[in-house]
């Protein structure tokens, strides 16, 4: 009887998220693991508010609140909600895990519980004193205490807090021991006894560093920070320095650099920022545009930089800290089975839609937009919705998306008799497929590079046939066009959707504004009455009155641009969801042989991304209402950014919202005559239509049986 693969090894490091040396202790204990073929990630304890933070200057990175935001915003997903012991019990079940605890840890009961049947070796530290985990750690992988250390500050200055997590090259190149600028002296003497000779500093004084040669350490500054310096400088200054080294790239702050630093280690990641992040983007635009590796990681400071990388010829798989909660699983994905029906063979056959079609019916399709590997946290209460509505649906993915389980997406191929959504559910691909992109910033060719990536990717996962998506969906297709002056927002607008009101607006100025007025609220350069005014108001009961202008209201879709759709067909899809042509009747906007481009009909112009989305229920009673009216057969077709109603933080606000969208779209809508078909049924539906749309006749009394 042959044995079964062994494990792969992990070491895991638990601490809180103001543990201050945590930065320099995971890269050194990322390259311990390296050094010794095992994986390693980290999981910080933080309060968290599990919303969507979509991004902006974030102010101070520390625990307390500033600019009302507190670190909750930035730290993910709730532990309870988005399954974070869940990926615990996963990576103790897939690894041979020592993990190691910087003090009492929020998952200290559920160790106690779950080590105990498994393999797992648990080490407790005090969080006091760095050298008694390096003791633990060099004890365990059996490493050799390395004789040179850096020392690093994790705030040298305001403007630079947590600075530290982007200097991880430093040390884990250089196979160095990793030590804050704060460590007591008897830690450092400490150090020189296990036979730490030499310190390189960064970010240290001069008092602090001639005090370590006073000890007996030779000391050498490496010149990465200079006094005035932004995350800007210094993080392009890093990125440069290990460009022979580095095969990908991460943006995002330091709570998100932190966090994903054992990432970046395991992948040879750069990590940078800025503030705004387009800075630091368009500096390093040459290196960026040349990568030829995986998808940019990291978190959008606003949408420009997803503009900024599409230009780069680059994808933007966005995450969040603690989305997913252990990135590390997405190194050992579980295997899916092999044994998945065609979820096709329950499909309305062409004779019931070209009846459909001769009664002038309306087909409904709802597409939920959850595709970044930090949205599958999403996917719990999504598929509980599905499953309870029972609503036909298409869940667009990437393809790493796929690679984080167990996951509720194993309902795919659940029966709805015994739970699950199958065969009512489909998977579409969205946008590059390694991640979101403003396609029509890339050439044709750039897409198709990013989709044959995303192939292989599914190929690797072993996705089975059935499940293998036959739809694409764009992010931005289309050219954005300018709207004439006439056509564009008011400084008075009403809301349009419950609760009913008049909200002024306003230019935002320091999370989705321009880079100068970022910088002038960074540095305080804001008068202080007006920031006094903003703050009240922010706080205040009127806020609701309030709303700020989105970067991209004065734009609209332009034409769809027939390469990009050409370069979907030759990967081997069979329809695509465009952008392009929003707000007007159902249309076929491409076709080449079986393969069709369709327009949306219900929704709002965001003027962000995913730009084109459902945000309440009276949407798409506005669209069954005119689409029904026209007497004629079509479609009715919305996108819900899901992630602004399923994240385990958002649910308690929007899911009575959420479940009155699905349960309309379930039920046939106000009327009862809209019949809800999966994305690729309705894309049959259109092919049908455009091939027969001159001798159809609707006769609305003739109209078939709705299931």
Known sequence: ???????????????????????????TLAWMADAKGAYFEVYYDAVRAGRHYGGGSPGPFGLLATEGRDLGLLTGGLLVGARHLEALAAALQRFQTTVICAGDVAFSNSLAAIAGDSEARVQVVGEEDPVELYDAALSS????????????????????????????????ERRALGVEARAAPGQLEALRERGVQEILTSGVSEARQQALSALGFLVQDLGLIQPGEDYTAVTARVARRWRQQRQGWIIGDPVVASYWLPTACRERRTIVYGVPQSRVLELLAEDISSSAGPPVLGRQYDDSDFFTLSKLGQSFQVIDPGRPPLPVLLRAPSRWSSRVADPRRGDPTDELLMAYARGGRVLISLVFWTGMIRETENLFALMDLLALTGLKAGIVLTAQSLAYRPSPLDLLTVPREQGGVFPDVEVLLGSCGTGAAIESLMSAEQLSRHLKRAREELGRLEIPAGLRPEGWWATMDAPLVSLPRWRRPRPVRWTGSPPYYVQLRFHQRDGQGSGSDVEQARTGRRSGIEERLRRRLRDSRLKELFSSYRPYENFAPGPLLPGLADAVRRAGFSYMLSKSGFGKPPQVLYRDGDFVALNYTAGHWDGWTPFETINHVTDLRSAERSLTARRKPGWLLGSVDTCLWAFSGELWHAAPGLAAIAEFAARGGTSGRLVNVPPRVLARYARLLDGEARTLKPTLDASPQDR
């Open 141 to 172: 992988l059996d490493v050799a205490w390395p004789g040179t250390a850096v020392m690093v500050d994790s705030a040298p200055s305001a403007a630079l807090e947590g600075i530290d997590a982007y200097l991880w090259p430093e040390i884990f």
């Open 1 to 27: 009887m042959s044995q079964a693969p062994a494990r792969p090894r992990l070491v895991l490091l638990l601490a809180r998220y103001c543990y201050r040396p945590k930065n320099a202790v995971a890269a």
